[in-house]
């Protein structure tokens, strides 16, 4: 297994949100492709802003590699990668053409930019885990920290997550990432979560090596109380596990550097 070639998956690697899981890469390019440029991404700065959906990779491409891959114990198959997967406009074709070969759960890792839109949303209806992104309480905050391309705004993002809430039958967690640019905005981004009524909020702060400094444990304890109402768990809160993937380089080109964070 480990003299294949693998182009568009990477890992397995342990995520503290999934378990472990093998990821998906639907955009599988050298420079990462996004329509944010977050802060504390640990891929560095977006130099390829996406601004349309488009097929990047074919899906009988991603479905051979998948049936390459044997004898994994893994949790789930996760779409995320090399930029924000909802760009794929293949993307729910992709996870129907899975779920035919793998019994596995699948789960989108998405920054919530296109969340609005009815296509993709219809695309991640057959997906088990939507893990979605939300970092700020207004269009201040969000242009600070994850300085989307400017078709993006802050109400279209909450308003789809309302509606996608509503929509999905599957789990659905707001991933939050707590950095010193929205410490003191904790509370607000709470009472907008609690609006949206996710099924669990993981908050997190970058440990993974990156350019913005992770907070404490004990500011994270102190973010954790504004969100008791809700299933909330932090990133401090769980262990942390060693993983082999597949391919060292490839993993950590769409995974950061995840040997150093396995270190510390």
């Known amino acids: 297994m480990q003299n294949q070639s693998y182009q568009y998956i ?53 479905v051979d590699e998948i049936k390459m891959v044997k004898d994994l114990n893994i949790d789930y198959i996760t779409f995320s990668g090399s930029g924000e997967p909802t760009l794929a406009k293949n993307l729910g074709e992709m996870i129907d053409e899975i779920k035919k070969v793998r019994k596995e759960k699948i789960a989108v890792i998405t920054n919530s930019s296109l969340i609005d839109r009815a296509d993709v949303q219809d695309d991640l209806m057959n997906c088990d885990f939507v893990l979605a992104k939300l970092d700020a309480n207004n269009e201040k905050t969000f242009l600070n920290i994850n300085k989307p391309v400017d078709t993006i705004n802050f109400d279209s993002v909450v308003d789809g997550l309302l509606v996608f809430k509503k929509r999905f039958k599957g789990k659905l967690a707001l991933q939050i990432m707590f950095v010193e640019e929205n ?34 444990r004990v500011q994270m304890d102190d973010i954790k109380k504004y969100f008791i109402h809700l299933n909330v768990v932090s990133v401090y809160d769980i262990e942390t596990k060693k993983y082999k993937p597949l391919d060292d380089e490839k993993t950590a080109h769409r995974h950061g550097n995840f040997k150093e964070s396995q270190s510390s």
């Open 10 to 62: 990477y890992g397995p690697v342990y995520s503290w949100r999934l378990g472990f899981s093998l990821g998906v890469d639907p955009i599988s390019r050298t420079e990462k492709i996004c329509n944010y440029n977050c802060v504390y991404c640990q891929l560095g700065d977006t130099l390829d802003f996406g601004v349309k959906r488009q097929e990047f990779i074919l899906t009988n491409q991603i």
């Open 183 to 216: 410490r003191e905005r904790a509370e607000q981004i709470a009472e907008i979560a609690k609006k949206i009524a996710p099924d669990e909020v993981q908050i997190n702060t970058p440990l993974r090596p990156c350019a913005t400094k992770p907070l404490t």
